[in-house]
């Protein structure tokens, strides 16, 4: 959760890397996962989006 006051690392177009909201600790494989797509997100998208609410993510290695 985003914490007042705190100060936060900044992506490389300027906005915070803001902390992720879980509601359980992810596993070795959930977490290089989330690694992966914050990666593409940074990388790829540089910058914010928009997904619906029903929208599901998961990582997907290519073939």
Same mark, same amino acid.
């Given at each position: ?25 992810? /596993? ?6 989330l /690694?992966?797509?914050?990666?593409y997100?940074e ?10 609410? /029903? ?5 997907m290695?290519?073939?």
């Amino acid at each position: 959760m985003e914490r007042e006051g705190e100060n936060y690392e900044q992506t490389f177009w300027g906005q915070p890397r803001w902390p992720l909201f879980l509601t359980e600790e992810p /596993d070795e494989n959930q977490l290089s996962e989330l /690694d992966q797509l914050r990666a593409y997100m940074e990388k790829k998208l540089m910058g914010s989006f928009s997904v619906s609410e /029903d929208a599901v993510w998961k990582v997907m290695k290519s073939q």
